[in-house]
């Protein structure tokens, strides 16, 4: 029943390598948060193309390694460790990009999720502050930096996000949500300039994703989730059709539920105020 469920929530994404071969030979791809999950599959997927991949993440030990691995095949990578949520090593890192001869295309997929109660959040503000570091400022800095490179190049800009930037403010989200929605609207607000400059954007609004990142919520553990490597599938995909946006096709059935249950349970708030006053 679950993998029934899992087929008809999750479509296959049909991934044309000779045209993701075609169009990437040659080219120079920045991937964020590659160490593991969602990251580390595009990278090893695209591992067949003759192409430059620049793998960026805290973890060194494991970006050393998926270079040893991919290396065996016919792309070219190279490592930079950085934690991006650090002004210094940023900075650092950008300085490496523009040492770069070209950059095509960014993959914004480094991120921290947090699912905490606002009553256990009074004493630590870090929560938010760190979600956003990552999930919002560190992704606005490249790409501002970066811009007459991906000119220059016609690049694209890829944005790995997530279903709640489009769905209803939930509880124990706050941290996680807020900031991945301030990336997604700050993007979309920028996206008629850059396209007017042949600048790409995709955003890939993701469902929830088998990866180490959800392994902390007990809850998830048996509600269906895509692979990462059928995520991986749809982040390369999008590099050779550059459409605007990725999401499941039931999301917008997801949205108006989500927007019907938040006002359910004001209503029922509402009534229980009144009861007692």
Known sequence: MRKMLKSLLFFPSNLNKEKLQAHLTGKTIVIT????????????????????????????????NIKNDIETQKAKVSIFQ????????LAN?????????????????????IRRSIYESLDRFHDFTRTMAINYFAPVKIVLSTIPMLQKSKGQIINVS????????????????????AFDVWLRSVLPELHANQIATTTIYLPLVR????????GYRNVPAMSQQHAAKIICKSMYTRRKKYQPWWLVFGQLASVFLTNLGDFSKKGKQNETD
């Open 162 to 181: 997530t279903i709640n930037a489009k769905l209803a403010p939930v509880p124990f989200f706050a941290a996680y949500q807020a900031s991945k929605s």
């Open 211 to 218: 990866t180490p990142m959800i392994e902390p919520t007990p």
């Open 82 to 89: 950085a934690d991006l949520r650090n002004e210094d090593e």
């Open 33 to 64: 948060g590659a160490s593991s999950g969602i990251g580390k599959e595009v990278a090893c997927q695209l591992a067949y193309i003759q192409c430059h991949l620049i793998l960026v993440a805290r973890r060194g030990a494991l970006l050393e």
């Open 93 to 113: 890192f950008l300085t490496f990009l523009h040492n770069q001869q070209t950059l095509d295309i960014i993959v914004n997929n480094a991120g921290l999720s």
